[in-house]
T-cell receptor, first 112, second 111 residues
Framework: EPEVTQTPSHQVTQMGQEVILRCVPISNHLYFYWYRQILGQKVEFLVSFYNNEISEKSEIFDDQFSVERPDGSNFTLKIRSTKLEDSAMYFCARGQRNTEAFFGQGTRLTVV | KQEVTQIPAALSVPEGENLVLNCSFTDSAIYNLQWFRQDPGKGLTSLLL?????REQTSGRLNASLDKSSGRSTLYIAASQPGDSATYLCAVKNAGNMLTFGGGTRLMVKP
């Protein structure tokens, strides 16, 4: 099955600005996830999203973060008031509990 | 809290060697374990998924085993090639629907 598609591939933003990262049109998938990988560190879970609701989130996923599926296709991660430490690769993934997880190519976020 | 460890952190081998990558996890109550490949600056490519009830899975030159009771998995790569050079990640899924990742093994296969 095709991997998840993410845009943009690279985003540079100024500290304090809002960014929106996208998984682009996936019509018939219900389970989505966001993970991040800070350079040189482990891949970390942020949030899972099922049937248009958050089903789980980690301690990292605080009020600065939000997810939504605004038009039934794109799945977005919004980061409000970005900090330098938000610089990382952000991965969107899909997959159900007992199936393979398929990851996108990631968005490299650089906060300056 | 689940912790996943991968040993070694880095490995360099000559082309043609068979090699084993190790993954250990602290909480054996897992649903499944998945191995991924990650090329520098790229996304994660799924290699193999082993369900908790399974002992091993094979795909081409790759064979992954799972010993749930001892909290271990191995990824065996036969007849390694320079194109196998990448970072290999293992990840486990527990009661939640999230994956917990190890730190990876960075593999270099020299021609």
């Amino acid at each position: 099955e095709p991997e998840v598609t993410q845009t943009p591939s690279h985003q540079v933003t100024q500290m304090g600005q809002e960014v929106i990262l996208r998984c682009v049109p996936i019509s018939n998938h219900l389970y989505f996830y966001w993970y991040r990988q800070i350079l040189g560190q482990k891949v970390e879970f942020l949030v899972s999203f099922y049937n248009n609701e958050i089903s789980e989130k980690s301690e990292i996923f605080d009020d600065q973060f939000s997810v939504e599926r605004p038009d039934g296709s794109n799945f977005t991660l919004k980061i409000r008031s970005t900090k330098l430490e938000d610089s990382a690769m952000y991965f969107c993934a899909r997959g159900q509990r007992n199936t393979e997880a398929f990851f996108g190519q990631g968005t490299r976020l650089t906060v300056v | 809290k689940q912790e996943v460890t991968q040993i070694p952190a880095a490995l360099s081998v000559p082309e043609g060697e068979n090699l084993v990558l190790n993954c250990s996890f602290t909480d054996s109550a897992i649903y499944n374990l998945q191995w991924f490949r990650q090329d520098p600056g790229k996304g994660l490519t799924s290699l193999l998924l082993i369900q908790s009830s399974q002992r091993e899975q094979t795909s081409g030159r790759l064979n992954a085993s799972l010993d749930k009771s001892s909290g271990r998995s191995t990824l065996y790569i036969a007849a390694s090639q320079p194109g196998d050079s990448a970072t290999y990640l293992c990840a486990v899924k527990n009661a939640g629907n999230m994956l917990t990742f190890g730190g990876g093994t960075r593999l270099m296969v020299k021609p």
